[in-house]
T-cell receptor, first 111, second 115 residues
Framework: DAKTTQPTSMDCAEGRAANLPCNHSTISGNEYVYWYRQIHSQGPQYIIHGLKNNETNEMASLIITEDRKSSTLILPHATLRDTAVYYC????????????FGTGTSLTVIP | EPEVTQTPSHQVTQMGQEVILRCVPISNHLYFYWYRQILGQKVEFLVSFYNNEISEKSEIFDDQFSVERPDGSNFTLKIRSTKLEDSAMYFCASCPRALNTGELFFGEGSRLTVL
């Protein structure tokens, strides 16, 4: 079952930062936070993941709170091509061999 | 950049027919997966495969489903006798190492329509 809570939908103006929140209050110490996105009906695309430190790559930044109960995915300069469903997924060594994709946040980037 | 490729992109079949969906995972990856997504619904896990055997499967993956890695490059999903409710996008994914720290790379999917 889902261990994360995300808003159903969000809008963001093109060129502005998109901040997508995720609550994972029951996360355990060895579980990672992963972010994926799905553009239209394409295959999900990996964005970033982290354990406790903030992470940044060419696509996004991941900010994890100190208590690890929530995180925020930041797309620094959203473009129209970032319109997608964004999934926050928590998993670790004891979570089995799969990712659970919930309903995610539908992000619409507005021109 | 290496990618997971899937064929066919779209298949239409009659109920009761057998279907094989094919995937070529990224070449140095070790773990392979099938997921499906019924139109408008969540992405659902079907099965994971490692070291030439199924490592985990969901309750969706019943006896009508099977997976195989026949030649070391292809990874196939067979649906023995398709039902209307098997209509969905089927995504193959691969991972270079155990999911504990690795990320999944997905293909673009195969759309199956059962009539």
């Amino acid at each position: 079952d889902a261990k994360t809570t995300q808003p159903t939908s969000m809008d963001c103006a093109e060129g502005r930062a998109a901040n997508l929140p995720c609550n994972h209050s029951t996360i355990s110490g060895n579980e990672y936070v992963y972010w994926y996105r799905q553009i239209h009906s394409q295959g999900p695309q990996y964005i970033i993941h982290g354990l406790k430190n903030n992470e940044t790559n060419e696509m996004a930044s991941l900010i994890i709170t100190e208590d690890r109960k929530s995180s925020t995915l930041i797309l620094p300069h959203a473009t129209l091509r970032d319109t997608a469903v964004y999934y926050c997924i928590v998993r670790g060594p004891n979570t089995g061999n799969q990712f659970y994709f919930g309903t995610g946040t539908s992000l619409t980037v507005i021109p | 950049e290496p990618e997971v490729t899937q064929t066919p992109s779209h298949q239409v079949t009659q109920m009761g027919q057998e279907v094989i969906l094919r995937c070529v995972p990224i070449s140095n990856h070790l773990y392979f997966y099938w997921y499906r997504q019924i139109l408008g619904q969540k992405v659902e896990f079907l099965v994971s495969f490692y070291n030439n055997e199924i490592s985990e499967k969901s309750e969706i993956f019943d006896d009508q489903f099977s997976v195989e890695r026949p030649d070391g490059s292809n990874f196939t999903l067979k649906i023995r006798s398709t039902k209307l409710e098997d209509s969905a996008m089927y995504f193959c994914a691969s991972c270079p190492r155990a999911l504990n720290t690795g990320e999944l790379f997905f293909g673009e999917g195969s759309r199956l329509t059962v009539l």
